[in-house]
């Protein structure tokens, strides 16, 4: 992650805090229209995911707007089964992905059953 240059400190020290997880897998840093200061990632992957992200992060911060007008959505976690993606996105400010590859349990572990929610 040498490419910092041109980053502001708290940009950096985001930076340097996240990338000391091994298991953080990529890290998007945009400002507050979203456009992109820093990417850990290949460019096809950051700018295909991104502006999805974010604007999943602004609709959800809506709907929890809509149930609590008080309220303000300020970090999102997404999970799948090898990945966790946390995006931080209030409403002026650094915007920050992470990618994190979620560590498998060990072998000796039930596997997680499958639910079905067809009712």
Do not use: H, W
């Not at 089964?81 to 060990?106: L, N, Y």
Request: proline share 6%; glycine share 4%.
């Amino acid at each position: 992650m040498d490419n910092t240059t041109g980053l502001l400190p708290t940009e950096e020290a985001i930076l340097k805090r996240l990338s000391t997880y091994p298991s953080v897998e990529g890290i998007i840093l945009t400002n507050e229209e979203g456009q992109l200061d820093f990417t850990s990632l290949d460019n096809n992957v950051t700018f295909m995911i991104t502006p999805k992200l974010l604007a999943f992060a602004e609709m959800a911060r809506s709907a929890i707007r809509d149930l609590c007008p008080t309220d303000n959505l300020i970090s999102l976690r997404l999970r799948t089964r090898q990945k966790e993606i946390m995006v931080v996105a209030p409403k002026d400010g650094i915007r920050v992905i992470a990618i994190q590859k979620i560590a498998t349990p060990s072998q000796t572990t039930q596997p997680e059953k499958e639910f079905n929610d067809s009712f």
